[in-house]
């Protein structure tokens, strides 16, 4: 897993890692919850990129349109 201050939310990883270490002997990677999440994070990165090469790919056409419309207009 990786460090908790590398991906800061409001100190959420920092608290979770500290409770998990009172309740569990161990690191954090023997939680079964922890690599739930880690695969859910995952997910939701490869989700915003995709979303993400969608609105790039919009934009492009949009300027596109934009410079066609101007050029009519001329």
Known sequence: MNNPSQYPINGLEHSLTLRD???????????PWADQVLLMLGRIESKLDAFNR???ALDLKLASLAAQNQEQKH
């Open 54 to 56: 969608r609105m790039a």
């Open 21 to 31: 270490q009172e309740h569990q002997p161990g690191p954090p990677e023997s939680c």
